[in-house]
């Protein structure tokens, strides 16, 4: 049997399938949607499983119960606070759940701290503001300074507009609507990237249809 | 044990990660490796609770017969079977990769590109120049759209791509720069806010 050749054809009648909606809700759309959620809850349980809990706690275990080294019983104590998360199912015992959420809500929270300060905060500062230390050394072009005073009055003039602790009156109220032109501007090349990335994988599954299923072109 | 506990392990998990990244200590990044190895591990148990949460849903829709509830058995059927093969025979297993490759992906990748066909009409809303900063958020997306497909180099003699990568590297990012710095310092104050339990909203209503 040709698994490769059956695959092509499920795969072309799953696109079809689901490109019926564009013309209207039918059995074969809805069927290939509920599929779709279950394959890919199906698929994230598995990956999830054999990416996390494997490696890090059931291996580690599992070592420790057939070598007798200790280290490895501290996963039972992140197993246990995982396996809180099933009291959801218990409305006497719902409360659990605070647990696990708490300390992951709390993992999180620390580790984005440092990490959003030095990614985002402190790097992007600092690609804003370079450029003058070369319009300083007398290294950068009459076009390269017009284009550093331009990233730094985008920043501020965004920044302005978001900033909702003064009323936007007088120049505060020129600098958000200098804000609101960057931000269409911002929004304006988001939307063309969206749509060229959206067009570019319909021409791939017309590409499949035409190509792989049906050996039309080439 | 029911607010105050939960509270107590968020300030000390989320002091512990603070502190751990700012000290180069072997202890401490023994800590902060296995503390990270901690979160990887309950992670899957939230999202097989979520499951579980899916299966209730879709059991009561075939109970009580709501519409379309013959489609609920698909879900069970998708579900059962990437389960039963990914967890007995691993992910690697050859059956399990022909079935992502044949059923997850394809399915995916088109409903991804569906929304072609919906921004057409949203486009159509969208780039009705009204105002100026419509006029503006139309002819950005025209040149980036245009910088992009060859045919637009083609009639332009390449300054479609180079005025679109020059859109992308000014203005463009001096916005998402504004927007990335105004998020940033809203998540670190959230944050802080999270770890003194100062917002308690995660932990839901009741005692």
């Known amino acids: 049997m040709d698994w490769n050749l059956i695959g092509i054809w499920v795969a072309a009648f799953l696109t079809l399938s689901i490109y019926s909606v564009l013309y209207r809700d039918n059995p074969f759309y809805r069927f290939a949607e509920h599929l779709f959620v279950g394959v890919s809850v199906g698929y994230g349980i598995v990956l999830s499983i054999y990416q996390g809990l494997v490696p890090f706690a059931l291996k580690p275990l599992w070592e420790t119960v057939t070598t007798g080294a200790p280290e490895g019983f501290i996963k039972l104590i992140p197993i246990c606070i995982g396996l809180l998360f099933f009291a959801r199912l218990s409305p006497r015992h719902t409360w659990l759940i605070r647990y696990p959420i708490a300390i992951l809500i709390g993992f999180g929270s620390g580790i984005a701290i440092p990490n959003v300060l030095r990614a985002n905060i402190f790097e992007q500062t600092r690609g804003t503001i370079a450029p003058f230390a070369e319009i300083a050394a007398g290294t950068l072009s009459g076009w390269g300074i017009f284009e550093a005073i331009l990233m730094v009055v985008g920043v501020i003039c965004t920044l302005t507009y978001f900033f909702f602790s003064v009323e936007h009156r007088g120049p505060v109220k020129w600098l958000s609507k200098v804000g609101i032109a960057f931000l269409m501007i911002g929004f304006g090349s988001a939307f063309g990237n969206t749509v060229m990335g959206r067009v570019a994988l319909l021409i791939q599954r017309v590409d499949f249809l035409l190509g792989d299923w049906l050996n039309i072109i080439s | ?207």
Not at chain 2, 46 to 54: D, I, P
Not at chain 2, 75 to 92: N, R, S, T, W, Y
Not at chain 2, 104 to 122: E, G, H, R, Y
Not at chain 2, 176 to 191: A, E, F, K
Request: proline share 4%; aromatic share 12%.
């Open chain 2, 1 to 207: 044990m029911k607010r105050q506990v939960p509270l107590v392990l968020c300030f000390v998990f989320g002091i512990a990660m603070i502190f751990t990244q700012f000290s180069p200590h072997s202890f401490s990044q023994g800590i902060y490796e296995e503390v990270i190895s901690w979160a990887l591990i309950i992670g899957p148990f939230a999202l097989v609770l979520a499951t579980v949460t899916l299966i209730q849903t879709h059991t009561a829709r075939i109970r009580r017969r709501t519409e379309h509830w013959q489609y609920s058995f698909v879900v069970f059927a998708g579900l059962i079977v990437m389960v039963l093969i990914g967890m007995f025979f691993k992910p690697q297993n050859p059956m399990f990769v022909w079935l992502y490759n044949n059923v997850q992906l394809p399915m995916d990748a088109t409903m991804f590109s569906l929304l072609a066909f919906f921004i057409a009409s949203a486009a159509y809303r969208a780039f009705r120049a009204r105002t100026f900063e419509a006029s503006l958020l139309l002819i950005t997306a025209l040149i980036v759209m245009m910088g992009n497909v060859p045919i637009g180099n083609l009639l332009s003699n390449d300054t479609a791509s180079e005025a679109r990568q020059w859109i992308l590297d000014n203005p463009n990012l001096s916005a998402r720069r504004g927007i990335i710095l105004g998020v940033s310092l809203g998540v670190i104050s959230q944050s802080i806010r999270i770890i003194l339990g100062i917002e308690r909203s995660y932990l839901g209503g009741g005692d």
